[in-house]
């Protein structure tokens, strides 16, 4: 068996939008996109876009960085041509300006994008623990102040949903006899077990899939014991366990736990 | 006219902007990539079924895919058996059970395994 790194070709998975007003979704993999959002030629002076999706479990962060750009810089800086530039994140219960300025407020450099001058990237990092399982939406837009002639723009980039759990809960019940737990479920599961009787009970747990172990052990009264099962793969994967005892008294609580439950993207995810 | 100058405008800063600025966007999807290349001799057992492939593997290869996914956690993964391209996943888990689960394989693959 041999292991080979190697450099992977930069896929082309950039999507560029020039975009005076308009909404796109999301795909389900968490992915990098670009974007550009000029508010030039627009009648209402502004530029926007936005994108809606569904927070996955086990991703409560996002992030994201963008550049301001115009060509008020140099000739109209700390006048009232001030074109503003915002970007917001909502869910229900949930509202976090990522970014906000104008022209004035800003620090400038020339730019090799297309405009006059450019911001100093900002870099954006929210928690959207609380937003888990509801639909989210990133907004962007840039306004024109004081005239139309003029153009700014926000340029988007690495905008990304980011995993920061390992392992995600998924179904949990109770056995007073041998049962099935079955689902589908990630490269990782972990089934805890808890014994909530009064007297001791084996308990084994038997993957169901080709290849796949038997765990088996006793818990004491009110114990727990985590078993753990693996299979290398994409996820998700359908995952079935028999769950018995050799013991007449058996009354046990479970929890799931994963590397992939339902609503998160499948790996992989391109 | 001036409509028509905007425009030009706009998709000259979108090519300018995808040759500097997006060309540094980096996903993990870009980084470095990790190739395991296995031959028959390090597969021990295969199941076959409904277009899905289980492959059981040596003592010795479950070591060292152990090893390998501890050290790749959070990242790609490509796995080649016997030179053939069988599948390529991020690596979520570390992989103690020495078992792989390759769903939709390549016909050459299910070809050779099934000659194993």
Request: glycine content about 8%; some cysteine; charged content about 20%.
């Amino acid at each position: 068996m041999a292991v080979v790194l190697r450099k992977k070709s930069i896929l082309n998975f950039y999507l560029f939008f020039i975009i005076m007003a308009g909404v796109t979704h999301a795909s389900e993999c968490p992915a990098t996109d670009a974007a550009l959002i000029s508010n030039a030629g627009n009648e209402r002076f502004f530029g926007s876009l936005s994108q809606s999706f569904i927070i996955p479990p086990g991703y409560e962060t996002i992030s994201g960085r963008l550049k301001f750009l115009s060509n008020e810089w140099p000739r109209w800086y700390g006048s009232e041509f001030n074109d503003t530039y915002l970007a917001r994140f909502s869910a229900p219960g949930k509202v976090s300006i990522l970014a906000s300025g104008n022209v004035n407020s800003s620090e400038w450099v020339e730019s090799s994008l297309g405009y006059n001058g450019e911001t100093p990237e900002i870099n954006y990092n929210l928690d959207v623990s609380g937003a888990v399982g509801k639909v989210a939406t990133l907004y962007y837009e840039v306004r024109d102040v004081g005239d139309s002639s003029i153009a700014s723009a926000l340029a988007i980039d690495g905008v990304k949903v980011i995993r920061t759990h390992q392992y995600v809960s998924g179904e949990g019940g109770a056995f007073s006899r041998p049962g099935i737990i079955s689902g589908l479920y990630g490269q990782a599961v972990k089934i805890t077990f808890k014994n909530v009787n009064v007297v001791g009970t084996t308990i084994s747990v038997k993957d169901n899939s080709p290849f796949g172990e038997t765990k088996q052990l006793i818990l004491a009264p009110q114990q727990e014991a985590t078993f753990l099962f693996t299979r290398g793969g994409s996820e998700p994967m359908n995952w079935s366990f028999n769950v018995s005892t050799l013991s007449d008294a058996f009354l046990v609580d479970y929890k799931v736990e994963s590397t992939w439950v339902d609503g998160m993207p499948n790996n992989p995810c391109y | 006219m001036r409509g028509v100058a905007l425009l030009f405008f706009a998709l000259a800063s979108v090519l300018a902007f995808q040759g500097t600025f997006a060309s540094e966007a980096i996903h993990d999807r870009n980084e470095d990539g990790m190739e395991l290349r296995m031959m028959r001799n390090d597969i021990h057992d295969v199941y076959i079924e409904k277009g899905t492939v289980w492959l059981k593997l040596t003592p010795s290869a479950a070591s060292e895919f152990e090893q390998l996914t501890h050290q790749r956690l959070g990242k790609s993964l490509d796995v080649y058996v016997d030179g053939i391209h069988a599948t390529t996943f991020d690596v979520q888990a570390v992989i103690t059970s020495g078992t792989l689960e390759i769903r939709s394989p390549p016909e050459a693959l299910l070809e050779k395994l099934q000659n194993r």
